[in-house]
C-alpha cells in the first residue's frame, strides 16, 4: 500500500467555544481535541503528519513540539478548506495518499480510516460520509445513480439538496499528485467566497476520476467540537466507548455511564470499579482489585488484592504512589506523590501520606499525617498522629523502626528515629531519638487539684 500523509485542519477559529484557548487544544479525556487525532493518524502508521495552523497558531504549535514525523506549516489568513490544503501540498510527495483530517473531530476511529485508505487505493478520492437525518450545515453528497457528481455546501445548496441525508464528513483520502493538481484549480466563486476542499469532487468527476464514498451511521466518529455542550457530549460518547473496552475485557464497573479514564488505565483480571470514578494520568491496577465509589485515581499503581474504599484521593504526579498487595486505603484517605506502602498496609479515614514508604503490614488508621517519613514493619501509627517534617525552610526525615506503636496524637519532630518495637505514650511530642523496646513519654504528668471550684457566672 502507499504511503500515508496524514493532513489535520486546526487553523479555524471555534469562535462558539467562548474560550481564549485555540478550539483543538480543549480537553477530552485528558488530551487535546487535537492530540487525539494525531494519535489516531500515529495508528494507521501515517508517514507524517502535517498540521494547518493559524487562529493561535503559536500556543498550538508550542503544544505540539518535540513530537516526530510532526510538522506544522501556517494559513494566514484562512480562506477556506480548500485554501488550507493548499498551503499543505507543498511539504508533501506525489507518491503518496493525502489523508485530510479535522483537529476538532477527536473520534474518528483508525479502523474507519484504514476502510477509507482502501477504497481510495492509491488511485481514487475517497470520501468518508454520515448517512444522518440531521445533515443541517453540512456538505451534501450529490449522486446521479450511485456515482457521487459533487459535494454542495450547505449554504449554496438547493432547497431539494438540502433534502440529502448524506453528508460529508470533512475527512478524505486522495493520491496527492491528483490533489496537487485539482487544489490549482480551486476559486471561491460560492456563498461563501471561500476556497472549498470539497470542489475537488466536481474536478474528479470532471477528470474522469473515480469519487468513492465510505459512508458510516455512527455520528459521534465524525461529530466535531463546536460548543462547549458538543464538547461534553463527546467527551460522553469517550467515556462510554472506553468502558465498553474495559468490560468487554473483563473489568466490573457499577455504572458504565459514570465512569471516567482520562489518561492511560490498565487492568488485570476482575477488576472492580465502583460509581463515580475517575482515572487520570497512568494508573495500574492489579488483579482482584476493588475501588469504591467516587474515588479520585492519578499516576498510580495499585498491586493485585488490594481495595480502594470510597472517596479517596490519589495522585502520584511526578513521583508515583504504590499501593501494595492486599493493603486496605479508605475510605476519605488522601495518598500523595511518593507515597510507597507495601504489602497488607492499612490507612484509613483521614490520613494523608506523602513521599513516605511504609513497610509490610503497617497501619495508620485514624486522622493522621504521614510525610517524609520511613516507616518498618507493623509500625502502629496512632489516630490524630502527626510528623512535623517542616521547620519552615526545610523538610526533614522521620524514621520508624520496625514493630513501634505511636499512641494517640503524638508529634514527630523531624528530623528524628524512633527504634525498634519502641512504644510512644499517647500525646507525646517527640524531638530526640527513642530507644528501642522502650516506652518513651514525652509529655506533661498528669496531676489533679482537689476540690476544684469552677467560676460561676457574675450577676449584673
Ligand atoms: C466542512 C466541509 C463540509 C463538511 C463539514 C464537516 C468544506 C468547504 N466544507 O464544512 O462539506 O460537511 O466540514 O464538518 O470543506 N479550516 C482551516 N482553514 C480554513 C477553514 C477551515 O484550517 O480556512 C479547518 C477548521 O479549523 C476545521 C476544518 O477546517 O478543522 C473544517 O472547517 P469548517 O469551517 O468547520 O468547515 P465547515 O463549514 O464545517
Ligand atoms: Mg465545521
Not at 455520528?219 to 465498553?244: D, H, I, S
Request: charged share 15%; hydrophobic share 40%; glycine share 10%.
Amino acid at each position: 500500500m502507499a504511503f500515508v500523509d496524514v493532513v489535520v485542519m486546526a487553523a479555524g477559529k471555534g469562535t462558539r467555544m467562548k474560550s481564549s484557548i485555540p478550539k483543538v487544544l480543549h480537553h477530552l479525556g485528558g488530551r487535546a481535541l487535537l492530540q487525539h487525532v494525531i494519535d489516531t493518524a500515529m495508528q494507521i502508521k501515517a508517514r507524517r503528519v502535517v498540521v494547518i495552523t493559524g487562529h493561535g497558531a503559536e500556543q498550538v504549535e508550542a503544544t505540539l513540539q518535540g513530537q516526530a514525523h510532526l510538522q506544522c506549516v501556517r494559513q494566514m489568513p484562512q480562506l477556506g478548506t480548500g485554501h488550507a490544503m493548499q498551503q499543505a501540498v507543498p511539504v508533501l510527495d506525489d507518491d503518496g495518499i493525502t489523508l485530510v483530517l479535522s483537529g476538532d473531530v477527536p473520534l474518528i476511529q483508525a479502523y474507519t480510516l484504514q476502510a477509507l485508505l482502501t477504497l481510495c487505493d492509491g488511485q481514487h478520492l475517497a470520501l468518508l460520509t454520515l448517512q444522518t437525518p440531521q445533515p443541517h450545515g453540512y456538505g451534501r453528497l450529490v449522486r446521479q445513480g450511485s456515482a457521487v457528481q459533487a459535494i454542495v455546501e450547505d449554504k449554496d445548496a438547493t432547497p431539494e439538496q438540502r433534502q440529502i441525508q448524506e453528508i460529508y464528513s470533512g475527512i478524505m483520502a486522495v493520491p496527492t499528485r491528483l490533489l496537487r493538481a485539482w487544489l490549482a484549480r480551486l476559486d471561491n466563486h460560492n456563498a461563501q467566497q471561500e476556497y472549498y476542499l470539497t470542489d475537488v469532487v466536481k474536478l474528479a468527476v470532471a477528470d474522469g476520476c473515480h469519487v468513492l464514498a465510505h459512508c458510516i451511521d455512527q455520528a459521534w466518529q465524525v461529530e466535531g467540537v463546536n460548543t462547549p455542550v458538543q464538547l461534553a457530549q463527546l467527551e460522553r460518547a469517550y467515556q462510554q466507548l472506553q468502558a465498553q473496552t474495559f468490560m468487554l475485557a473483563g473489568v466490573r464497573l457499577g455504572d458504565p455511564a459514570r465512569f471516567d479514564v482520562r489518561g492511560s488505565l490498565s487492568c488485570g483480571a476482575d477488576v472492580q470499579i465502583d460509581v463515580n470514578c475517575v482515572f487520570e494520568g497512568v494508573v495500574r491496577l492489579g488483579d482482584g482489585v476493588r475501588i469504591g465509589a467516587n474515588c479520585v485515581i492519578a499516576n498510580a499503581v495499585i498491586e493485585a488484592g488490594a481495595i480502594i474504599h470510597p472517596f479517596t484521593h490519589i495522585d502520584g504526579e511526578t513521583l508515583g504512589v504504590t499501593v501494595g498487595q492486599d493493603a486496605r486505603i479508605g475510605p476519605f484517605a488522601r495518598l500523595r506523590p511518593g507515597a510507597h506502602l507495601s504489602e497488607e498496609v492499612h490507612i484509613g479515614n483521614f490520613v494523608e501520606v506523602k513521599n513516605s514508604s511504609m513497610a509490610k503490614g503497617s497501619k495508620a488508621n485514624h486522622l493522621a499525617y504521614l510525610g517524609d517519613a520511613t516507616i518498618g514493619e507493623r509500625v502502629n501509627y496512632g489516630a490524630g498522629s502527626i510528623t512535623a517534617n517542616y521547620d519552615g525552610a526545610n523538610k526533614h526525615r522521620t524514621v520508624i523502626e520496625a514493630d513501634v506503636h505511636v499512641g494517640s496524637n503524638s508529634v514527630l519532630v523531624a528530623p528524628v528515629t524512633l527504634g525498634a518495637g519502641g512504644t510512644i505514650a499517647g500525646g507525646s511530642t517527640i524531638t530526640k531519638d527513642t530507644v528501642p523496646g522502650a516506652l518513651t513519654v514525652a509529655r506533661g504528668k498528669q496531676t489533679s487539684i482537689a476540690n476544684w471550684q469552677r467560676p460561676v457566672k457574675t450577676k449584673t
